[in-house]
């Protein structure tokens, strides 16, 4: 069936330095992907997404990179702060329409450690 | 902020009871999402509304039903409460066209069924 699992439950890291935070889809008809970040207490928030007919996307301080061959999708963050502290889920629309109609992913734990 | 509100944020009801969770979305979305975070199911997908019109069903159970008024806000109904129902309920919406798949969440509602 449908999945989207992320390898690592919690990722710990030195503030400073760069994260990356790995996610494995099933779905090859996804034509979505979309990284969230859900604070303590949030709801989750949108941080970028990539379409399928890219490789690699970048926005301020991150950085998604998809690889379709292996279905394997990463956010990288740049200089990670303490602000970066939080859950990040992936999720997928799942087939080809453009919806909010979401998989999402378990959810990496992102620890910085000052 | 992501301009999507949702009440009440705390909720507790017991078994066999019926509550209505609210949602406002976001000044000019139509389509409105509702999403059920639990520990054990992570993110899930419950249902899509368009402008008034049910759009999408996902893992939603028969006792809980939701509706989209004239005025864009929606409201999720959960009956017969039991145990197992206590989560987070997030609503989220949309903009239309190219990035109809970015939904907004709000901050959520903590149900607690006692």
């Known amino acids: 069936g449908e999945s989207v699992g992320l390898h690592l439950p919690t990722l710990s890291v030195q503030e400073g330095d760069n994260s990356i935070i790995n996610c494995a889809y099933s779905n090859s008809a996804s034509d979505y992907f979309i990284w969230y970040k859900q604070e303590s207490g949030k709801g989750p928030q949108f941080i970028i997404d990539?379409?399928?007919?890219?490789d690699k996307r970048q926005g301020q301080r991150v950085t998604v990179l998809l690889n379709k061959t292996v279905k394997h999708l990463s956010l990288q963050i740049a200089a990670t702060q303490p602000g970066d502290s939080a859950v990040y889920f992936c999720a997928e629309n799942g087939d080809s329409s453009n919806t909010g109609k979401l998989i999402f992913g378990q959810g990496t734990t992102l620890q910085v450690k000052p | 902020d992501s301009g999507v509100t949702q009440t009440p944020k705390h909720l507790i009801t017991a078994t066999g009871q019926r509550v209505t969770l609210r949602c406002s979305p976001r000044?000019?979305?139509?389509?409105v999402y509702w999403y059920q975070q639990s520990l054990d199911q992570g993110l899930q997908f419950l249902i899509h509304y368009y402008n008034g019109e049910e759009r999408a069903k996902g893992n939603i159970l028969e006792r809980f039903s939701a509706q989209q008024f004239p005025d864009l806000h929606s409201e999720l109904n959960l009956s017969s409460l039991e145990l197992g129902d206590s989560a987070l309920y997030f609503c989220a919406s949309s903009p239309q066209g190219d990035r109809a798949h970015t939904i907004y969440f709000g901050e959520g509602s903590w149900l607690t069924v006692v």
């Open positions: 000044s000019g979305d139509l389509s």
């Open positions: 990539i379409r399928s007919n890219m």
